[in-house]
């Protein structure tokens, strides 16, 4: 069981724009930063979005993050067949022991 | 650009202990948080836990008693040591780095199957 919760399977056409929620609670995403990660078939996964809504160089403008409260949703615009990938949110999680990494399950995108 | 890449052996017998190596290029491991994540097949990510380059260690709870991560400056590498290991330790074991620039993952290795089996 995931500690942030994300719906497995989402699905859209081309040109589309699709969301993908993150579920978490107040000591994570309630309180620190959601990041989210692309997984092409038979890869690593690639970062996509940082701290809620930033994007590393070289990820298209098509992909959207925001956040509020304790859940958080990604979106994409102008679906791609290429898009087609899982995708996880993740954050950090206060503990007692230390800030722990903690991701969603991950939801597969489909490209109708 | 920072560069990843995991090493050791693929198959593991059930209660040994799986190690992991992996091997930092393109630039120093003096600095940031050194992470291992794994995913078994067919299934999400799970973070293993963190080391920073001093040595100070987070470990998630449910594995925490089995689990020693340690770095190497000297050779630029960290590595993942995993005990008593069962069946349900069979997944992909990826390395990753996490910076002070994005607060969270940045890169990660291409990751290796350890397969647990006698």
């Known amino acids: 069981q995931s500690v942030l919760t994300q719906p497995p399977s989402a699905s859209g056409t081309p040109g589309q724009r699709v969301t993908i929620s993150c579920s978490g609670s107040?000591?994570?995403?309630?309180?620190?930063?959601v990041y989210w990660y692309q997984q092409l078939p038979g890869t690593a996964p690639k970062l996509l979005i940082y701290?809620?809504?930033q994007r590393p160089s070289g990820v298209p403008d098509r992909f959207s993050g925001s956040k509020s409260g304790t859940s958080a949703s990604l979106a994409i615009s102008g679906l791609r067949s290429e898009d087609e990938a899982d995708y996880y949110c993740?954050?950090?999680?206060?503990?007692?022991?230390?800030?722990?990494?903690?991701f969603g399950g991950g939801t597969k995108l489909t490209v109708l | 650009q920072v560069q990843l890449q995991e090493s050791g052996p693929g198959l593991v017998k059930p209660s040994e202990t799986l190690s992991l190596t992996c091997t930092v290029s393109?630039?120093?491991?003096?600095?940031?948080?050194w992470s291992w994540i794994r995913q078994p097949p067919g299934k999400g990510l799970e973070w293993i836990g963190y080391?920073?380059?001093?040595?100070?260690?987070n470990y998630n709870p449910s594995l925490k008693s089995r689990v020693t991560i340690s770095v190497d400056t000297s050779k630029n590498q960290f590595s993942l040591k995993l005990s008593s290991v069962t069946a349900a330790d069979t997944a992909v074991y990826y390395c990753?780095?996490?910076?002070?620039?994005?607060?969270?993952?940045?890169?990660w290795g291409q990751g290796t199957l350890v397969t647990v089996s006698s």
């Open positions: 393109g630039g120093s491991i003096s600095s940031y948080y």
């Open positions: 701290r809620n809504n």
């Open positions: 080391i920073y380059y001093s040595g100070s260690t």
């Open positions: 107040s000591s994570n995403i309630g309180s620190n930063y």
């Open positions: 993740a954050a950090w999680d206060d503990s007692l022991s230390g800030p722990d990494w903690v």
């Open positions: 990753a780095l996490m910076t002070t620039v994005t607060g969270g993952i940045d890169y």
